[in-house]
C-alpha cells in the first residue's frame, strides 16, 4: 500500500484543540510532543476510528475487527508482527514517520509473557497487558515546519471507510483554534492516597539496598502508586496536564472502559529505516532533580545533579544494560553510546539523559525488538530480572500500564514508544499514577521518598491544580 495525502495545511494547528473537536467515543488517540528539544519534540499525530483493536491478557490475544472478535493463545508480541506484516505499507520519502499502523501501549505487565516472574502483586485494575488500534487515517503534525498533513491509507475493502474518517479529521482541524491555557482551579475535596505509608516506602528502600549488598542487583526502581476520585474529566485533566507539564511523549489514549493520560520525557524506543539500515535508538534518564524556585537555585540544583556521582553511576549502569539488549538484536559493531550524558530540563525537574543506538540485523521485527529489551532497563534495574522480582516482591500492586512503553508502530516500519512515566490511568470515576526512582548501594530513603513527590509534582498539580510540597502531597489534599 502507498498513503494518500488527502489534504495538507501550512496554517499553525494545535493538536489538542483538533482533537478536543472529534466525537468522544473510544480509540480515539493524541501523541503530542509538547516539550523537551526539538530532536525528539517534531511531531504529533493524532486520529480515531480504527478498524483493528488488539487486547492482549498474558498469552490470550483478543483482536476485534468488522468481521468480529477471535480470541487464541500465543504470544502478544508475535501477533503485533503479524498484523504489520499483514498490512506492508511503502515508506514514502517527504511523508511523515506514522502514516498509519498500531496505536497504544504495552504494559509493563506484557513483560510476564517474556519472562518467568512470581506472581504474588495484586491486580486491581484488570486492564488489557496489551492495547494496540490499527488507524488507517491519521493526522500529523511538524512542529519544525508549522505543516499538518492528513493521510489515509488504501486498506484492502476499506478505502472509502479511510477517506471518510481522514474528511473528518480535517473538518476538526479547519475548525479548530488556538486556545489559551486551561485555568487551574483547586479541587480542595481530593484526597490523594498512596498504597505506601511514607515510612513503608522508606522501608522498602532499605530492603531495597540490602538486595543491593548481598550481591543480588546494582540498581532497582521502586515506585509507590497514588490513588484518588476524578474530579473532570479524562479528557480535561489531559488538557490540564499538558499545561502545567508539555514532554516530549505525551498521550492520551481512550479505550472506552479506561483512559490514558500521559505525559512522558522519556524515549524507550525509536526505529527508523534508513538507505544503511533499520537505525534503533533508546535514551534512558536517570537522575532527577527537582526545579528551582529563582534563576540561582534553579543552577544550583542542575550543577547538583550534573556532579553528583551516585546520579551518573546510576545511568551508567542503565546504559550497560541497554547496550547489552540492542546487542541482541543490532548488527555486531554498530551499538553506540554517541551521547553518554546530560541535562535536560522540563517544567517541574531536571534529568540527565544518555542516547544507545544500533542498526538492527534484517530478519529482526519490531515484536523480537520488543522481546529482546522490553521493559525498558531504565524503570526495572540490573540485573533486570532479578530487579523485576523485588519489584514485584516490594511494590505490592501490579504496575499496569506504568512503566510499560506507549506510542506508534508504523505499518511502513518506523516505530516510537515511549516510557510510560509521569502518567494517570483513569477508570470508573477514580485515577491511578506512579512515581519511582532507581535505588542504588548509597541511596538515602528519605531522599529516594522526596523524589517520588519531586516526580509526582506535576501529577498533583494536574489533577489539583495547586502547588504542594512535600509529605503534604500523599495525603493531605483533601
Known amino acids: ?23 468522544q467515543e473510544p480509540h480515539r ?37 468488522a468481521s468480529g472478535t477471535v480470541r487464541r493463545q500465543t504470544n502478544p508480541f508475535d501477533a503485533v508482527d503479524e498484523i504489520l ?13 506514522f502514516c498509519g499502523g498500531l496505536v497504544g501501549y504495552f504494559s509493563y505487565d506484557a513483560g510476564r509473557s517474556l519472562e518467568r516472574l512470581p506472581d504474588t502483586a495484586v491486580d486491581d485494575l484488570g486492564l488489557p497487558d496489551v492495547y494496540l488500534c490499527a488507524y488507517d487515517a491519521v493526522a500529523a503534525v511538524n512542529h519544525v515546519t508549522g505543516e499538518t498533513t492528513v493521510l489515509a491509507l488504501p486498506v484492502p475493502g476499506r478505502m472509502e471507510e479511510g477517506l471518510r474518517t481522514a474528511r473528518e479529521l480535517i473538518t476538526c482541524i479547519r475548525e479548530a483554534g488556538e486556545r489559551p491555557g486551561t485555568a487551574m482551579k483547586a479541587c480542595p475535596e481530593v484526597a490523594v492516597q498512596s498504597n ?18 548481598a550481591g543480588d542487583i546494582f540498581q532497582v526502581n521502586l515506585a509507590q502508586r497514588f490513588t484518588a476520585d476524578l474530579p473532570l474529566s479524562p479528557w480535561e485533566l489531559y488538557v490540564r496536564l499538558r499545561a502545567v507539564n508539555p514532554a516530549p511523549f505525551a498521550a492520551f489514549l481512550d479505550a472506552g472502559g479506561f483512559q490514558v493520560v500521559s505525559a512522558s520525557p522519556e524515549r524507550f524506543l525509536l526505529v527508523t529505516p534508513t538507505p544503511d539500515g533499520v537505525r534503533v535508538e533508546t535514551r534512558p534518564i536517570k537522575g532527577t532533580r527537582r526545579r528551582g524556585s529563582n534563576p540561582a537555585e534553579d543552577a544550583a540544583r542542575r550543577r547538583e545533579l550534573e556532579e553528583s556521582l551516585k546520579d551518573r553511576a546510576e545511568l551508567y549502569m542503565i546504559i550497560d544494560l541497554e547496550r547489552n539488549d540492542l546487542g541482541r538484536v543490532c548488527r555486531f559493531g554498530t551499538v553506540k553510546v554517541p551521547d553518554r550524558r546530560r541535562v535536560e530540563a522540563y517544567p517541574t525537574v531536571f534529568h540527565t539523559v544518555a542516547t544507545v543506538e544500533g542498526t538492527l540485523r534484517p530478519d529482526v521485527t519490531p515484536g523480537r525488538l520488543l522481546k529482546a529489551t522490553f521493559p525498558g532497563g531504565s524503570i526495572t534495574g540490573a540485573p533486570k530480572i532479578r530487579a523485576m522480582e523485588i519489584i514485584e516482591e516490594l511494590e505490592g500492586l501490579r504496575r499496569g500500564v506504568y512503566c510499560g512503553s506507549l506510542g506508534y508502530l508504523s505499518f511502513a516500519g518506523d516505530l516510537d ?8 490511568v483513569c477508570q470508573d470515576g477514580r485515577v491511578y499514577f506512579h512515581a519511582g526512582g532507581g535505588i542504588v548501594a548509597d541511596s538515602d530513603p528519605e531522599a529516594e521518598y522526596q523524589e517520588t513527590l519531586d516526580k509526582a509534582k506535576a501529577l498533583f498539580n494536574a489533577l489539583l491544580g495547586k502547588e504542594i510540597e512535600g509529605e503534604q502531597q500523599p495525603c493531605s489534599c483533601g
Open 196 to 213: 505506601f505509608a511514607p515510612e513503608d516506602y522508606r522501608k522498602a528502600v532499605a530492603r531495597a539496598i540490602e538486595y543491593v549488598y
Open 1 to 23: 500500500m502507498r498513503p494518500v495525502v488527502v489534504e495538507r495545511f501550512t496554517k499553525k494547528v494545535a493538536p489538542v484543540d483538533a482533537v478536543d473537536r472529534l466525537p
Open 29 to 65: 488517540f493524541l501523541l503530542e510532543s509538547g516539550g523537551g528539544p526539538q530532536d525528539i519534540s517534531a511531531w504529533s499525530f493524532f486520529g480515531y476510528k480504527p478498524f483493528l483493536v488488539l487486547q492482549a491478557w498474558g498469552t490470550t490475544v483478543e483482536v476485534t475487527d
Open 417 to 424: 514508544l515511549n516510557i510510560v512515566i509521569r502518567t494517570m
Open 85 to 97: 506484516q499483514k498490512y506492508p505499507v511503502e515508506r514514502v520519502p517527504g511523508l511523515p514517520p
